[in-house]
């Protein structure tokens, strides 16, 4: 039998060894992480303070500023306090929190955005029944839905991540615990079984992409039977915001953990880990107020800005 030690600690890639380098990271990310707490929060406010905006669709876009203030909290304030201290190490009860909360948050995430989805079908499709179909009730029940569902998936995916058994070593050749990196530690015998997990996880995402899809072909063909181009102007200007946020989140996201990791850290794994779980929450705000009409009248109120 080949030698195996009990891992108590990982290290995680940092994006240069060098000491200034480290340093324009953390500024970097420093900025990158108040930007989002920012948007977030005031899309969170806008919504909570304007009686206007509690309707299904932006009681929905509260929930996933929720989550983007979460997910973004997750990953960089670790990476900036190791760039900060010129470190690596993250204890293991920190890489299975990071693991936890990450896959609990996108599981919430990519639920949220296909009952927005349906939200936006049903609004558009069926118009004379969307307040009956999409009541309070409904709404919040679909929430938690996406909530409860997010901490079951990802109890199951963690505890069956760290569950294997670690002898090849703790370098993490990325700058969070992310599992396709982790699983290139882990012994063959259980690996099987993860793999498992990740497979049934690709058929879930690929699953709400395909529903979202078939939604917004209905939607589309919907909206160009509009006979005012004021009409459909303002139905694409409610949808077109929440497919960016979709394609973003969803092809960013299939990339990472379907494509084969190499055997060497790449910058292209780096680069495709910042699209998924960094980019998303700085984007969110913008991209769902550029082209909204009532959240930038929100957000002027809200700022006091003309």
């Known amino acids: 039998m080949s030698n195996r030690t009990t891992v108590t600690e990982f290290l995680l890639l940092g994006f240069s060894d060098i000491w200034k380098l480290q340093i324009l990271h953390f500024v970097g990310f420093l900025v990158i992480y108040l930007a989002a707490l920012m948007g977030n929060l005031l899309i969170f406010m806008a ?3 304007n009686h206007h905006l509690h309707t299904p669709m932006y009681f929905f876009l509260m929930n996933l500023s929720i989550i983007d203030l979460c997910s973004i909290s997750v990953i960089i304030p670790k990476s900036m306090a190791n760039s900060l201290m010129n470190t690596r190490s993250i ?9 936890f909360f990450l896959i609990f948050l996108l599981g919430v995430d990519l639920s949220l955005l296909t009952v927005m989805a349906y939200d936006r079908y049903v609004a558009i499709c069926q118009p004379l029944h969307y307040e009956t179909i999409m009541n309070s009730r409904t709404c919040v029940q679909m929430a938690a839905g996406a909530w409860i569902g997010g901490i079951l998936y990802s109890v199951l ?3 069956n991540t760290f569950a294997l058994t670690f002898c090849g070593g703790n370098m993490v050749d990325q700058f969070f615990c992310e599992i396709p990196h982790l699983l290139k530690l882990a012994c063959s015998d259980s690996y099987l079984s993860e793999v498992g997990v990740l497979a049934f996880s690709a058929c879930l995402v690929l699953g709400s992409f395909v529903f979202i899809i078939v939604s ?3 939607i589309f063909k919907s909206v160009l039977r509009i006979p005012s181009e004021q009409g459909r102007h303002k139905a694409f200007s409610t949808c077109l915001p929440h497919l960016t946020v979709v394609s973003l989140v969803v092809c960013t996201g299939i990339f990472a953990y379907l494509k084969p990791t190499s055997s060497s850290p790449s910058a292209l794994d780096l680069v495709v880990a910042v699209l998924y779980s960094v980019l998303p929450p700085i ?12 959240m930038k009248a929100a957000l002027r109120r809200l700022t006091g800005c003309r």
Do not use: D, L, W
């Not at 204890?91 to 693991?99: F, K, P, R, T």
């Open 47 to 49: 919504i909570g303070f």
């Open 91 to 99: 204890s293991y009860a920190g890489c299975v929190a990071q693991v």
């Open 157 to 159: 995916h963690t505890g």
């Open 216 to 218: 917004y072909v209905y």
């Open 283 to 294: 984007m969110n705000p913008i991209i769902y107020s550029m082209r909204n009409k009532e």
